[in-house]
Nanobody, 125 residues
Framework: QVQLVESGGDSVQSGGSLTLSCAAS????????MGWFRQASGKEREGVAS???????VYADSVKGRFTISRDNAKNILYLQMNDLKPEDTAMYSC???????????????????WGQGTQVTVSS
């Protein structure tokens, strides 16, 4: 059974940086795409970034140039480096993964099978 556990969430000042991690246990697949999603209070969950098995990435327009997604396939860990954080980045951040495709990325939550519980990021002005 695959379990995703996020860590790294914190409270930071505007302009600060954070790195989120997502450890995947029970992941025995050789392919699969992974992603980060976030949900702010009172808003729908939105896709932030996604990375394919071989490293192709896609980002939401709101985070392009500020966030970087990466993965360590040997350790089954997903990362999200977040720079120049803004108050509007405040949200619960969750990682997601799905083993179905190689060379595939997605910011659509319905395309992911496995989900973590989330880690809170709060950015103050």
């Amino acid at each position: 059974q695959v379990q995703l556990v996020e860590s790294g969430g914190d409270s930071v000042q505007s302009g600060g940086s954070l790195t989120l991690s997502c450890a995947a246990s029970g992941w025995t697949y050789t392919t699969g795409y992974m992603g980060w999603f976030r949900q702010a209070s009172g808003k729908e969950r939105e896709g932030v970034a996604s990375i394919a098995t071989e490293g192709t990435t896609v980002y939401a327009d709101s985070v392009k140039g500020r966030f970087t997604i990466s993965r360590d396939n040997a350790k089954n860990i997903l990362y999200l480096q977040m720079n120049d954080l803004k108050p509007e980045d405040t949200a619960m951040y969750s990682c997601a993964a799905d083993p179905r495709y190689y060379g595939f990325t997605s910011l659509r939550e319905f395309e992911y099978k496995f989900w973590g519980q989330g880690t809170q990021v709060t950015v103050s002005s």
